[in-house]
């Protein structure tokens, strides 16, 4: 497509989206954008940016039961980035996803360029842009996930398919943006990732022109052990080893994130999950060709397909299940077809199946449980295949005799009635009551829709309406708790609170029973408990039956004891019984769970000053305020209570321990050391007060021993412990004994696998103890030559004595000439001689002795530095090196000497 006639389809495709969702920038926050925008802390400026990659999409942190493990951090910082310049305007929104709609629908027209003709390419755009079942992945806020994701999971594509192709090179740079470009994506929206399985299949079907039959001749080859493998088959089986590997470590991250943990839905959020074999099954599979339906004919779109939306499949004999076996037949045709025929058309029908098929592998519900039965933004990446299938339909059937205004005519229609579908669709999209009351007329069958239509027209405080949508969602759905509540709650709005009892107790009936002495492990929505709370509510005030209400919230904290709002109420209650102490710790229970909660903190203070009021206080009031104090960065307040409560009770452990934590916190070590002597003196098994008092010892009064001693009593008691096990750890460190602090940390790493600081530590003292060993080499590699050295020097030695040997034999032979003149001469000469040969050899031997005792005293000498060099630290090895350099000037010294009086 040449690039002109591209930048012109590009401005009618954007204009095209323009006027389809112009009218959604009037539409307000609906559905779960009022989850995800506004109450999602994590778009407020005060938030941390950090806090969006450790929460989920709707702001819940990742690790917690709650959380839906929807891990899209990328897409939330969009959202607060919105948040930044209009804060809950929703037209900004609207107006940032009809943007992004406009782009991927351009990049996709440049993607079906590499595949089909122009206008091939043009048309699939086209219907991509105005297909009615993207509205609520465009019109809804939160399908900007879905967005996103499609935007880097086509350029994605876009750069793999450019950087391939048949014998070329493999280009690494383009393999790690591609990489890049997958790993954004999958940070918008988890689907992203299966833009790598697309890759794969046009590497080898488009990019090396494989067909099925080649690669089951090459398999066959492979498993006979004698493969033939192409000439371009290296590049291309190098390209997608690497882009798979990188997948693996991908996934591998994300299943951290999620800790491991699939995200749990009740039965109400996805019937079929939870259903018993083979209704399961059944109904899994039916859920295909609804989800096709949907894409072919998009006349009945409804925004929530859970609960009773689809009716579970119960027998095989069912009518439904011949639409499974027609899907069925029909993509085995489709399959059959790419494998058998070589032609082009067949590897353009492979490409479609795969962005049809693999984007939507990941919310099929056929591999993992997801939290809905059908999603309409689900099917916005899986369009696109459809989209690209429908226009290689078009394009084949023009081609037909007396065919071709026909199928203009035909796609001319097809596209002004998804858009016209689109835009009205929209206007349902304005309001939570809109969309909800047009869901209702396509779905009789889904409680949660007409509970929803009742809570759009409670903010509305039309009461009397609510009431019957939510009485229709009890009839719909019986066994809803949900739907009990809302009953309840609009008949106490309409002050007739016997029925709002009734209501609620309708709805406790239904919850499950708590078995005395067992765990309770049955996931339950934290908006059913409620139905506790609200009862509890609404009996507290009447007379006699406080202690009825009290039992209601202890037994929603004993089925959730995370739940805070049980806490906050039920201290209310006890405060009303006169129970304060029991009040206050209520509330230091629920701190533990929500420790930036402002209405625990309010709560706790009203007790606390209502206490003092009356003058009844104990030591845990005075400890209950220092507590606060502490948190709230008040230390000479916190100390004062702290101490207040020790002045009631001396042996009161939890105060003497606090007091000297705090105070050890703030670098005041001395202060907290009385603190910590009477509480080992009251309580000596202490092990939080032994290993503070150890890290006393051992930081600010470099006492290792008595640190040690600590952490051995605690270890007498605990053997497990883990921070005394590594603190001993430290000890046997700061001693020196690396060899045992490595074994130690090694035992303690084998107790808390997990514990990242310890393997730290461990690397540290590993790394140590290479350290010395490389020391230690070098000492004795320098002994070795200092000790060869000296040999040398002995060689040279015994090398001029027999020089001196020889002059001598000389001058005997002369004296011998000279006898027969003078005898008489000659023996006195002779005796001269004599005696002066003696005393040169006397003084040879003296002077080899010597040299001997110097060669003795440098390697003892030596052995005791290399011996210090073991033992010391760095500093010591440097003097060493000093006094090793000082000492071969000495050497080199006593050996000119030598030579200078061998020489005389």
């Not at 609009?490 to 919850?511: F, I, K, P, V």
Request: proline residues 3%; glycine residues 4%; charged residues 20%.
């Amino acid at each position: 497509m040449p690039g002109s006639r591209f930048q012109l389809y590009s401005v009618i495709v954007f204009a095209v989206v323009i006027i389809c969702y112009l009218n959604s920038l009037q539409c307000g926050f609906v559905f779960d954008d009022v989850s995800a925008i506004k109450e999602n802390k994590d778009l407020r400026p005060r938030t941390p940016i950090m806090h969006l990659f450790r929460n989920d999409f709707w702001g819940t942190p990742m690790h917690t039961e709650k959380s839906h493990k929807s891990y899209r951090p990328l897409c939330v910082l969009t959202f607060r980035m919105n948040y930044a310049m209009t804060e809950l305007e929703p037209m900004s929104y609207h107006l940032v996803n009809m943007i992004l709609h406009g782009v991927v629908c351009i990049i996709f027209m440049a993607i079906c360029r590499l595949l089909f003709s122009d206008i091939t390419s043009f048309i699939a755009a086209l219907m991509f842009a105005v297909h009615p079942i993207h509205t609520e992945a465009v019109t809804g806020v939160v399908g900007r996930a879905e967005l996103l994701s499609s935007i880097f999971l086509l350029l994605a594509f876009l750069n793999f398919a450019k950087s391939t192709g048949r014998n070329k090179p493999i280009g690494w740079a383009s393999m790690f943006v591609t990489m890049v470009l997958v790993v954004i994506a999958t940070l918008c929206k988890e689907q992203g990732i299966t833009v790598i399985g697309i890759c794969c299949v046009y590497e080898v079907f488009i990019a090396q022109q494989m067909t099925v039959f080649e690669i089951l001749r090459l398999l066959k080859s492979l498993v006979a052990g004698k493969p033939k493998f192409p000439s371009y088959f290296k590049s291309a089986f190098v390209r997608c080893m690497f882009i798979l590997l990188s997948t693996i470590g991908l996934l591998l991250a994300r299943v951290k994130v999620m800790a491991a943990e699939l995200p749990v839905f009740t039965k109400f959020d996805n019937p079929a999950a939870s259903a018993p074999f083979p209704v399961k099954q059944l109904t899994l599979l039916y859920l295909l060709p609804v989800n096709i339906w949907l894409l072919l004919c998009p006349s009945q779109l409804c925004c929530d397909w859970t609960m009773g939306t689809v009716p579970l499949i119960e027998s095989v004999l069912e009518p439904r299940n011949l639409s499974t076996i027609a899907f069925v037949i029909v993509l085995v045709k489709l399959v059959h077809f790419a494998i058998v025929d070589e032609s082009l058309r067949s590897k353009q029908v492979i490409m479609c199946l795969s962005f049809l098929v693999l984007p939507f592998i990941p919310a099929s519900n056929l591999f993992f449980p997801v939290g809905f039965v059908v999603a309409e933004r689900i099917l916005y990446t899986p369009s696109m295949g459809f989209c690209m299938m429908v226009a290689l339909g078009f394009q084949l059937l023009i081609k037909q005799k007396n065919t071709k205004t026909v199928m203009y005519v035909g796609l001319a229609l097809l596209l002004l009635s998804h858009s016209i579908k689109t835009v009205r669709r929209n206007y349902e999209w304005e309001s939570e009551y809109t969309i909800f009351k047009a869901a209702t007329g396509v779905v009789k069958t889904n409680a949660k829709l007409w509970n929803n239509v009742g809570h759009a027209l409670e903010k509305e405080s039309k009461w009397d309406e609510a009431l019957e949508y939510f009485l229709h969602a009890t009839q719909v759905q019986p066994d809803d708790i949900g739907a009990w509540l809302n009953v309840g709650r609009a008949y106490r709005n309409l002050n007739q609170s016997r029925q709002a009892e009734a209501a609620y107790t309708e709805g406790m009936n239904l919850m499950p029973a708590v078995k005395a002495g067992k765990k309770y492990t049955t996931r339950i929505a934290p908006n059913h408990l409620n139905v506790y709370l609200n009862l509890a509510n609404l009996i507290k005030d009447e007379p006699g039956r406080l202690i009825e209400a009290d039992n209601l919230y202890k037994k929603a904290i004993t089925m959730r004891p995370d739940f805070v709002q049980a806490y906050i109420n039920r201290g209310d209650v006890l405060l009303k019984l006169n129970r304060s102490d029991d009040a206050v710790d209520n509330y230091m229970t629920a701190l533990k769970y929500e420790k930036d909660n402002a209405d625990i903190y309010y709560n706790l203070g009203v007790v606390l000053k209502h206490l003092i009021n009356l003058d009844f206080v104990n030591e845990k009031v005075y400890f209950n305020l220092g507590m606060l104090a502490t948190d709230a960065k008040e230390i000479d307040n916190a100390k004062k209570w702290f101490d207040k409560a020790i002045e009631y009770k001396e042996d009161f452990r939890s105060a003497l321990f606090n007091q000297a934590l705090m105070l050890s916190q703030q670098k005041r070590d001395m202060e907290s050391l009385p603190y910590l002597e009477k509480l080992l003196q009251l309580h000596p098994n202490h092990s939080k007060g032994l290993i503070l008092l150890g890290d006393v010892y051992m930081n600010t009064l470099h006492s290792i021993k008595d640190a040690k001693k600590c952490y051995e009593t605690i270890l007498e008691i605990e053997p497990k412990n883990i921070q005394a096990n590594h603190n001993l750890c430290v000890v046997y460190v700061e001693e020196g004994n690396l060899a045992k602090a490595e074994t130690c940390l090694v035992a303690v790493s084998d107790m808390a696998p997990n514990e990242e600081y310890i393997k730290k530590h461990l690397n540290i003292v590993r790394a140590k103890r290479y350290q010395q060993y490389q020391q230690q080499k070098q000492g004795r590699e320098a002994e070795k030559e200092s000790h060869t050295q000296i040999g040398k020097n002995s060689e040279d030695m015994q090398s001029k004595k027999t020089g001196t040997q020889q002059q001598r034999k000389t001058q005997q032979q002369s004296t011998q000439k000279n006898q027969e003149q003078k005898s008489t001469e000659i023996h006195q000469s002779k005796t001269v001689h004599q005696e002066q040969t003696v005393k040169m050899e006397t003084h040879q031997t003296e002077k080899v002795q010597q040299t001997q005792k110097v060669q003795q005293e440098s390697s003892i000498h030596k052995e005791e530095s290399v011996h210090q060099k073991s033992t010391r630290t760095e500093r010591v090895q440097q003097q060493t090196s000093h006094h090793e350099q000082h000492k071969q000037q000495s050497s080199k010294q006593n050996q000119i000497k030598e030579k200078q009086k061998t020489k005389k």
